[in-house]
């Protein structure tokens, strides 16, 4: 199985700065990269697909970047309602996996 | 639109079987892929298993025989089974659409094993 790393687990940040959260995949997975935020309680929600692809209803500040087995998703102008979870996904190779989660709160 | 919801019980005894049903709306089971992703409690996101558009299977060999995915075109639903449950299989279970990414998810059942 493709293993993901996400980096970094936690993370603090205030109100309008710049995220970004990694994802390192243990084998070349072609850009068949997905980012999902979660909020607590919910159902995690797709932001970005084939790597830099926004999904529908995505504010642009939300961006996905990568290639080959490293990917990061940037967060511009951070907002207090991005305060959640972020997991990235492969779906390069069966078994789909997922990173670990970045857990994103503000400073 | 598009709909996914699982219906299933929230506590199950220690070696008893689970059973959940996702019932879908606004597209066909013939046409998109329907995956099941379980997530224990403060955790990460782990795959299941697949049910695929022209009725074929797979499972996560971390399950190995324990889990049965079917489904049932004509009432829109697909089927999670899972059988010898342990403590560790506490998790909140989603099925969502699976389109390689996952574009749908269901509001997941939170399926608590009691010993």
């Known amino acids: 199985d493709i293993q993901m790393t996400q980096s970094p687990a936690s993370l603090s940040a205030s109100l309008g700065e710049t995220v970004t959260i990694e994802c390192r995949a243990s084998?070349?997975?072609?850009?068949?990269l997905a980012w999902y935020q979660q909020k607590p309680g919910n159902s995690p929600q797709l932001l970005i697909y084939?790597?830099?692809s926004l999904a529908d209803g995505v504010p642009s500040r939300f961006s996905g970047s990568g290639s080959g087995t490293q990917y990061s998703l940037k967060i511009n102008s951070l907002q207090s309602e991005d305060v959640a979870s972020y997991f990235c996904?492969?779906?390069?190779?069966?078994?789909?996996?997922f990173g670990a989660g970045t857990k994103l709160e503000l400073k | 639109q598009v709909q996914l919801k699982e219906t299933g019980p929230d506590l199950v005894q220690l070696t008893q079987t689970l059973s959940i049903t996702c019932t879908v709306s606004g597209f066909s089971l013939t046409t998109y892929n329907v995956h099941w992703v379980r997530q224990p409690p403060g955790k990460g996101l782990e795959w299941m298993g697949a049910m695929w558009n022209g009725g074929g299977t797979d499972y996560n060999s971390a399950f190995k025989s324990r889990l049965s995915i079917s489904r049932d075109t004509s009432k829109s639903q697909v089927f999670l089974k899972m059988n010898s449950l342990q403590t560790d299989d506490t998790a909140k279970y989603f099925c969502?659409?699976?389109?390689?990414?996952?574009?749908?998810w269901g509001q997941g059942v939170m399926v608590t094993v009691s010993s």
């Open positions: 084998e070349d997975i072609y850009s068949n």
């Open positions: 969502a659409r699976h389109m390689g990414y996952f574009d749908y």
């Open positions: 996904q492969q779906y390069n190779n069966y078994p789909d996996t």
């Open positions: 084939d790597a830099n």
